[in-house]
DNA sequence: CGTGACTTTGAGATATATCAATCTGAGTGG
DNA sequence: CCACTCAGATTGATATATCTCAAAGTCACG
């Protein structure tokens, strides 16, 4: 699937042929392939690029002394891995490809430079960096609140919708690499209760499953299992309530 | 206390004595008193400004149909609430004040014309937001794999710390105006399993509580059962391996 | 010296963990 | 084309952290 980043950032802010142009451009320069489960980037290295997901899956976790480990969010193509704003900075967690993948590292400067020639690529970039935000919170509650057949479906319908937007969502199904153990780590749970969990979807007729494709025949059924509302992941109906002036991205220049 | 908010940033940016000045007279102006558990943002409100924290603290949280509720963070004086990017955003969550408190709104437009004319000031604001994930992250982390009484005493640390840095700790303690449901909601058990752990955490010594002032006499021991490691609050040290440029905030101009 | 908001305690219930097999299916080499 | 192999998935039986419900305590405040 090819321009899945301009996809996903013209999801977010309006951009013209141009600026899509230049990011289909820039995210087919550079490109590194990643091996499943190889590690990118390692808790306490400092930042200077940020890495974009061309294809497979990415994840961020974290790993305790005793040997537990927590995933603690999916990068998926079009997303971009670590912080957008943190250069220099020491990362807190490490990240991992999940599967087979590709990925193009940019680094911030070069990044901040797009951002500031293309001011609508800035601004998608600043509510991407919101919507990150808003997903971590949402995991939060997952896993303080919700049992782990909710967990379980939210965590669905939060990749459902996602690879919704870049177009990578065919016949109400996707290709999803995760396995067992890493949707336990994802989600608060052991491996053999993500093993029922998930014959229990099946069986409620929430998903199917053919080995890594799973379909969602009824995505409001599965919403509803999950306790899911898509909204923190959409942008704002334009013109809304009280949303009258654009949305400004705002901490410009501040290097 | 005052000035808490120029000591918060200059923990994450060297500020000139004028910068912290204008942080100082900006904070005086535009007070706002809240009674405790005062709804401050409701969920689907859109953001047109951000609270800071003057005295007391607030809290993000998400309230679920059936009545069920987390707490996503908290936000302790000198803290802004809420995403100092997200102009015209919808919010995903409520924000309330947990007990008595003092905020100051500041409309995001003039967040931002400070940060341009300051870039010390913008510099630091960006790297509270990436401090801000990295707090976010260690939640999922304590939420998904930590048991409740390595959560609870995960939870004072990171409070430990972050007063610790605007002056809010005094004898090796702190006030902290937490409810023993809120902790529950903060922690994602139950209020009774709070109690007991909080007497579990009490009988080891680990901590020392006199109604709602806690003392820490061993914050080491602390952080051992807690698998606390304070890295993702703190700056890196300067100079640091690899680290040799400074770190330069990006997404500047996206307005 | 009530009264209401918290905290504390006790006893039984349950979702999820643990441990230990067994099964399956996609490679791989002969 | 068929046995091997190995990672991952599945199953069963038991253990346990945490929940639930319900009652009783405490403490600050009017």
Request: proline share 5%; charged share 20%; hydrophobic share 40%.
């Amino acid at each position: 699937m090819e321009a899945v980043w301009s996809r996903k950032l013209a999801a977010l802010a309006p951009l013209t042929a141009r600026e899509v142009a230049e990011l289909d451009t820039l995210m087919r320069s550079r490109s590194r392939h990643l091996a499943p489960r190889q590690d990118l980037v390692v808790e306490g290295d400092a930042v200077q690029s940020v890495a974009l997901v061309r294809s497979g899956w990415v994840c961020r976790y974290k790993q305790l002394v005793d040997g537990r480990r927590q995933i603690t969010g999916f990068f998926l193509p079009g997303d971009l891995c670590g912080s957008h704003l943190a250069t220099g900075e020491t990362s807190d967690m490490h990240v991992a490809s999940v599967n087979e993948a590709e990925i193009c590292e940019i680094p911030t400067a070069l990044l901040q430079e797009i951002a500031q020639a293309y001011p609508a690529i800035g601004h998608a970039l600043c509510r991407d960096l919101v919507l990150e935000g808003a997903i971590q919170r949402s995991w939060s509650v997952s896993l303080g609140r919700r049992d782990a057949r909710e967990r379980l479906a939210h965590l669905l319908c939060e990749v459902y919708v996602r690879l919704g937007t870049v177009g990578l969502v065919t016949d109400d199904g996707f290709h999803c690499p995760v396995r067992q153990v890493d949707f336990a780590d994802a989600l608060g749970i052991t491996p053999v209760h993500v093993n029922r969990t998930l014959q229990d979807l099946r069986a409620a007729g929430l998903i199917h499953k053919r080995s890594r494709f799973f379909s969602v025949p009824d995505f409001p059924r599965l919403m509803a299992a999950g306790l899911f509302h898509p909204g923190y992941l959409s942008k704002p109906p334009p013109g809304g309530p009280g949303a009258s002036g654009q949305a400004r991205s705002s901490l410009a220049a501040a290097a």
